[in-house]
């Protein structure tokens, strides 16, 4: 019997399967959130959504230069499925620090390749294709976020794997994704990205309820 819990459960695996079909690896690794700049070190959250471990022995972060090798990633060892991981500016202690972090949240410091008002954000893997692109920034995509002290999230599904930034939103303290303050007044989630706090893009939303709808008036007359 559908529900709309089961359907969002579903939309949400159609939507991932085609991000995956768009990867050039087909491994579902995706940019979940990032800050530019802040009171404290600039973030990038990257979150494995394969299914199942990724092993990130080779692979890397560039920004804009787009050059497959220029931050190291194999500090992060095997990435769980549904596990997100940090890199920042800042070193992995002050950054926790300031963020109240688990130790169990990976975190590798000390990124120089820093990003700009407007800039990318690119992951590779150790083959140097590349996983994940988001180009941004409010000057070069007028009306999308500014993520200066305020870190940006997905404002749906469809964000993730696509790099289209008028998808993503600006954190707010206690939204879906628990945002919260850091002891030096930044405002983001780091390292607790949850594909359930996603929104569904509201035509695929409808369309699915749709369906449901049908379904329930198909039985009745059965």
Do not use: C
Not at 139 to 162: D, E, V, W, Y
């Amino acid at each position: 019997m559908f529900n709309l819990s089961s359907l969002k459960t579903a939309l949400v695996a159609v939507l991932l399967l085609a991000s995956n079909q768009a990867s050039a690896s087909g491994v579902r690794v995706h940019i979940t959130e990032w800050m530019y700049s802040g009171n404290g070190g600039e973030y990038i959250e990257f979150t494995n959504l394969s299914g199942a471990g990724v092993d990130f022995t080779g692979w890397s972060f560039d920004d804009d230069s787009r050059l497959a090798g220029v931050f190291d990633l194999s500090g992060f060892g095997i990435v769980a499925h549904n596990e997100s991981v940090i890199i920042t500016e800042d070193t992995a202690d002050n950054f926790r620090e300031d963020w109240r972090l688990a130790s169990t949240v990976k975190v590798l410091g000390g990124v120089t390749n820093n990003l700009g008002r407007n800039d990318e954000i690119n992951l590779f893997d150790k083959n140097g294709n590349l996983i994940d692109r988001l180009a941004y920034g409010d000057q070069s995509f007028p009306g999308s976020i500014r993520t200066q002290r305020i870190s940006g999230n997905p404002g749906s599904i469809a964000a993730l794997g696509l790099n289209d930034p008028t998808l993503w939103a600006l954190s707010s303290i206690s939204d879906l994704f628990n945002s919260y303050s850091s002891e030096i007044g930044d405002i983001g989630n780091p390292g607790q990205f949850a594909i359930s706090a996603v929104p569904v893009p509201a035509a695929v939303w409808f369309f699915g309820t749709a369906l449901v709808g049908l379904a329930s008036i198909k039985r009745r007359r059965a």
